[in-house]
């Protein structure tokens, strides 16, 4: 079983200062991806990584693959209490479809 | 996008009663359908994958004769928990693959509370 270790497990700050979550595994990964959750509804796709090296910009979103592919990092800059939620990265294949391996989520609350 | 309508979003039930979750796959066929399931500030546990045709593949630990999966359609996978109990109480979520964007996409979740 390829295990995702996510990392911090809650995250508290205040709007406007940065922060990052981390993703890490001893397995390679044909592709990572973001989700964000809030209370009571299911994940939303935030993005994809697939290539190795690959950074990805959503907004003050900004998504890292590692070289390897063992690992990601979701960076938020400026944080605002909108972004307040359950992330989650998940890995996977892109040629099979197959299940997905969740890391346990990191609880991000921005206060204002 | 990919849209899965998950039904019902709550529900309450007796212990010992059958409950049904259904999810529809609105605007792609989805010939996958994972279900998982979510304890409070904890993250989603696969408990099973259905494909449409044929038998779901449960996890290790999931009680098929429990929880009853049916994928009959390409737009259709539904979850049934028989003879619930108080600690099937929790969240459940659908998911099925969104091919175009390289990602899943889930449905919004059922709150099952078992009294």
């Known amino acids: 079983t390829q295990l995702l270790e996510q990392s911090p497990q809650f995250l508290s700050i205040q709007e406007g200062e940065n922060l990052t979550v981390y993703c890490n595994s001893s397995?390679?990964?044909?592709?990572l991806q973001w989700y964000r959750q809030e209370p009571g509804e299911g994940p939303v796709l935030l993005v994809t990584?697939?290539?190795?090296?690959e950074v990805k910009k959503l907004k003050r979103l900004t998504f890292q693959f590692g070289d390897a592919r063992k690992d990601s990092s979701l960076h938020i800059t400026a944080a605002q209490p909108g972004d307040t939620g359950l992330y989650l990265c998940?890995?996977?294949?892109?040629?099979?479809?197959?299940?997905?391996?969740f890391g346990a989520g990191t609880q991000v609350v921005v206060t204002p | 996008g990919a849209v899965v309508s998950q039904h019902p979003s709550r529900v309450i039930c007796k212990s010992g009663t059958s409950v049904k979750i259904e999810c529809r796959s609105l605007?792609?066929?989805?010939?996958?359908m994972f279900w998982y399931r979510q304890f409070p500030k904890q993250s989603l546990m696969l408990m099973a994958t259905?494909?449409?045709?044929?038998?779901?593949?449960?996890e290790q630990g999931v009680e098929k004769d429990k929880f009853l999966i049916n994928h009959a359609s390409l737009t259709l996978s539904t979850l049934t928990v028989t003879s619930a109990h108080p600690e099937d109480s929790s969240f459940y979520i659908c998911?099925?693959?969104?091919?175009?964007?390289?990602?899943?996409?889930f449905g919004s979740g059922t709150r099952l509370t078992v009294v």
């Open positions: 990584v697939v290539t190795g090296g």
């Open positions: 259905s494909n449409e045709g044929s038998k779901a593949t449960y």
């Open positions: 998940a890995g996977g294949a892109t040629d099979s479809w197959g299940k997905l391996q």
């Open positions: 397995s390679v990964f044909s592709s």
């Open positions: 998911s099925a693959p969104w091919k175009t964007n390289y990602g899943y996409t």
């Open positions: 605007d792609f066929q989805a010939t996958t």
